[in-house]
Structures are given as structure tokens and as C-alpha cells.
């Protein structure tokens, strides 16, 4: 495994692979990476030749006061998380953006609700270096999270867009044995705040489990979720179509619920599956 | 030379040809090809394996009361031009954006002045047809004419931000022997208008006569190429930094004249390189 720090280094790794016929797999993180992220990796590993993760804290997808200079970061232990999944390249790059970059990447209509409600400006800052990861990497397969759902829709709907050639597989949501869904955020959690955060994967499991006992009714399931939750502050908790993200008023087809909401300082997402029986 | 109609079927011999390890040129119209276009593939042809040719009016890239329903179209004079530059494929799409489609690339900036300024979206429209263009096609080089100047400057800028393996060539304007710029839109003009409109490509040549001649002062500049111009509206008469697009108040390196004006219902441009002697 090697690490790459510069876009023409990465380029120059691919081309070469390219001119070999190689198929790229290819992982975008934003670092701090745990297990959930070594899944992603793992599924990619058996469906490419090569396989490159990058790590890389947008900036343009956080507002003006969320918690980019904040985030956490950890090369090392991404280093070596990456070399016990089999990771061909890590791209961690210093010179990411051009200088006088002046492209946005934006996706209309599934990032309207939700998270892009919640966080303006958020989805196309996501799209926009999506774009431009995929245009230097020239990947045959990328997969993103299930964790980050509404992000994996709206990456699936640029790339049908623009076109491009790259497969995109979704990777389930992983959690910790206590049912926290990982997150590199989870380390900024004072042990109250932890034992408060799990009400938000509680709250998810209270809709899947009244659905599963037969109530169809999205008000009384969303109320049965909602009433679980801890939260300081509650951006959204929806149940949606699974594909278009719209609100569901009854549950009339396998749908999705969705959470995100504040602990303290740390915002906090996670969904699941809601079956439809 | 074979036309292909849809998406899948660019799409599948494109992927043969990159088996193989061929370099794919590639040059975007919207049709009703002229002289000027066949000089763009003919730029195209020696440095590329394979060369495709689109031919797609883009509703993205006209304005509502724009010229749209009456764009000129023929396929089967463009195919006969684009055999006759030994152009491997003509993609004409029937099928070209998905259903769905909810994908804009926006450049910033360099499309806020001049046609940008005079046709609000359009150049957002141009963007975004030519990202899923290369995606689709996944061009390693692309010619694109001088006579859109300024789009030219957008495409380069989007190529560079999105990271696109493709070299953006630029393919100098074509002029028929009375001096008007090549264009499809040429064919809107009565014989009366015709004459009238050869006043855009005489006003830019008085700019670049009086440059010549040592005038530095670009209001004199402007006034002298004014002074020429019959058009029935003007759009913009402007010297600018060729690179940023910035208007200039002296001449103060080589720059670039470019004009839009209305010859009765038809818009028409041109623009020529300013010496700074």
C-alpha cells in the first residue's frame, strides 16, 4: 500500500493501471475511519483490481458554523485500518481543488428535505467533490455508506446524470454492539451524551418494530419513533420512499426512516429499513 | 462511419475502443454543421484513434425565448460533412438525458459577464450537456471553436475542476470570404440582413486596426469598433483579458474584442484576438 498526497501522483498511478486494463475500486472518506468505513472497503475489495480510498475533509460540504476545523483527523490509524482491508492506494490529498475552481456540482429536487433541509449548501458541496474524486480516480466502482442514505441517492442520481461509467454500490449501515451507528462524529461524546445517542437507533427500531406488528399509519408510527428520542434537538425524523426520499403518509411499500438530530454539539444521523409486510 | 442513436450503443463502443486502448477524439455541435465545424474535426483527426462527432441541440442551453423549435437541422448534410472529415462515429441521440434528470454543472465567475450575462442560463445549460457529454463518451481530447470564445474559457475551467482526463483544444474562428464568422444561424439571414451583419466582424477589425496603430485607451477602442456596427440591438461590445474574461480599461496586454449584437430576430457572435504590440 502507498499513499498518495498529490492529484498528478494519483493520476499518474491510474493511468498506469488503465493502460494495464486494471478495473479501480475506489472508497471516498473523509478519514477518522472505523469499521463501518472498513466494510465499504471490504465490499469493494472482491469487485475491482485495484483499490483506492481517499481521504479528504471537504470544506465545501460544512456551513460556516459546523464542525470542520473540529473534525477529527488520524492519518495514521487510517493507514493502517486501510492496509488490513487490502487497499492498493490511499489518497490523501494536499493540493486537492485548483486554485480558482469556480465548478458546482448540484443535484435539484432529492436534496431539498432531510439533511439537505437541515444543512444548506451541504449536498452540493457532497456532489461537487464526488465529481471531482471521481474525474481524478476514474473509478469503475465506488461505494458509499447506506449510513449517510440520502447522500447515496443523491451520488447515484449525479452519476446517472453526468453519465459516468462508475458502478455505485451502497454499503449497509454498521453499528457498535450497543446499536450506536458508527460515525467518525461518535468520538466527540461524553459518556452522557453516548447513552443518550442510542435512543436515536431505539427510536428507528420502535417504527420497524411497530410496522412489523402491522400499523401502517405514518403519523402513529413516526409519533412511536419520536417519543424514544433524547435528542437536544431534533432536525428531522421521516419516513420516506426509499428512492425518491418523498414523505410517505402511509406505509404502502418498503419505505426508509430517518433520523438526525443534536447531542449536545454533535449532530447525529442514522436510519433503517422499514419493512412492508 | 456509423451514426448511433442512442446512449447505449455510444456507450458500448466506446467501451470496445478503450479495450483496445484507443486515444477518442471528440467534437460537441448542435448540428447544421458548416466549414467551421469540419475545421474542428479536422483539428480532431490526427490526434486521436477514433473520432466522434455529437450532434445534439440542447434544450438545457437556450432561454425561453430563444430560437429552440427553430434551430436548424440536417442530419443528412452533417453526415455527409463529418464523412468527409473521417469522423468515426456521429452520435445523435434520440434518448440523450434520463427521465429523471435533476444534474446541473454551474461554473462561477467566467459565465457571470458578456453571453452569460445576456442569456441567464445558458451557459449552465452548456456546462451540463457537456459533462454528461464526456461521460458518456469519455473523450481523451475535445475541440471546441474560438467563435464561442467565452465557452470555450467555461468548458476549460469545468475541465479542469471536475478533473477530466480530456484536453480541451481550441479550434480557430472560420470566416466565409466576406468576413462574416461561420454559423448555423447564418442560414435565419435575409440578403439584407446579411449585408448589415458583416458590420460585427468590420467593428471588431477597426478595434484590432486601431490597436495596431498604438491606441491604448479602450473606451477610444470600443467607440471606434461602435462606430461600425449596424446591428438592430446590441448585447455587448467588449475588450477583455482573454484568460479571466475581465473587461480591460487599458490595453495593457494581448487581449480579445468580442461583440453580440441582433441583425432583426437573429443573435449573432464574434470576437478576434487584440495584439498588444
Chains 1, 2 share one sequence.
Not at 166 to 189: F, H, K, Q
Amino acid at each position: 500500500m502507498e499513499t498518495l498526497t498529490t492529484v498528478a501522483a494519483l493520476r499518474e498511478r491510474v493511468r498506469a493501471w488503465q493502460t494495464e486494463g486494471l478495473r479501480v475500486g475506489f472508497v471516498p472518506t473523509m478519514g477518522f475511519l472505523h469499521a463501518g468505513h472498513g466494510s465499504l472497503m471490504a465490499l469493494a475489495r472482491p469487485r475491482c483490481d485495484r483499490l483506492v480510498v481517499s481521504i479528504f475533509v471537504n470544506p465545501l460540504q460544512f456551513g460556516p458554523n459546523e464542525d470542520l476545523s473540529r473534525y477529527p483527523r488520524d492519518l495514521a490509524g487510517d493507514e493502517r485500518l486501510c492496509a488490513a482491508e487490502g487497499v492498493d492506494v490511499v489518497f490523501a490529498p494536499t493540493d486537492f481543488y485548483p486554485p480558482d475552481r469556480a465548478t458546482t456540482v448540484a443535484v435539484a429536487g432529492l436534496t431539498e428535505g432531510l439533511c439537505g433541509a437541515a444543512r444548506p449548501g451541504h449536498f452540493d458541496g457532497v456532489t461537487t467533490v464526488v465529481a471531482r474524486l471521481f474525474g481524478v480516480v476514474q473509478p469503475q466502482l465506488a461505494v458509499f455508506g447506506e449510513k449517510d442514505f440520502q447522500q447515496l441517492a443523491v451520488i447515484r442520481r449525479m452519476t446517472t446524470d453526468l453519465g459516468l461509467p462508475v458502478e455505485i454500490v451502497g454499503g449497509p449501515l454498521i453499528r457498535d454492539p450497543d446499536g450506536l451507528a458508527m460515525s467518525s462524529r461518535n468520538t466527540y461524546l461524553s459518556a452522557d451524551e453516548r447513552s443518550r445517542a442510542l435512543s436515536l437507533s431505539a427510536a428507528l427500531r420502535a417504527v420497524v418494530n411497530a410496522a412489523t406488528a402491522g400499523e401502517r399509519d405514518v403519523d402513529t408510527l413516526r409519533a412511536a419513533g419520536r417519543a424514544a428520542l433524547q435528542v437536544d434537538r431534533l432536525d428531522y425524523f421521516e419516513i420516506v420512499d426509499p428512492g425518491t426520499l418523498a414523505p410517505l403518509a402511509t406505509l404502502d411499500r418498503p419505505a426508509r426512516v430517518l433520523v438526525a438530530g443534536w447531542i449536545g454539539r454533535t449532530r447525529l444521523i442514522d436510519n433503517m429499513a422499514v419493512p412492508w409486510i
